[in-house]
């Protein structure tokens, strides 16, 4: 998946060690951490994500979200339970900025 932020490309092209450090242990928590499947992984992301308030990671969660095929009515769900869990503000600010990206 290309790079959403401009400032990813900045950190990785400025710590090429560090983030190959941080590539390999995202893959050995997403490929070997536990049996959680790729769409179960990906909507924990984005909801995760959502919930902390981290817009920017949000944005990339979604796009990975789609490209391992969970449906948007499955990415909308997971985001409405932002709002028993963390609030409506939470959930309406992560609902803005999965709405910014267009189905």
């Not at 190959?20 to 984005?46: C, F, M, N, S, V």
């Amino acid at each position: 998946m290309e790079d959403v932020h401009k400032i990813f490309t900045q950190f990785k092209q400025e710590f090429p060690n560090v983030h190959a450090d941080y590539e390999r242990l995202g893959q050995e928590i997403h490929q070997r951490g536990g049996p959680l499947d790729d769409k179960t992984r990906a909507l924990l992301k984005l909801a995760v994500s959502g919930a902390a308030g981290h817009l920017r990671a949000l944005e990339t969660h979604v796009r990975a979200a789609r490209e391992a095929e969970v449906t948007e009515e499955e990415i909308k769900h997971a985001l409405l339970m932002l709002i028993t869990t963390c609030g409506f503000p939470t959930f309406m600010e992560a609902y803005r900025t999965y709405a910014k990206l267009g189905d």
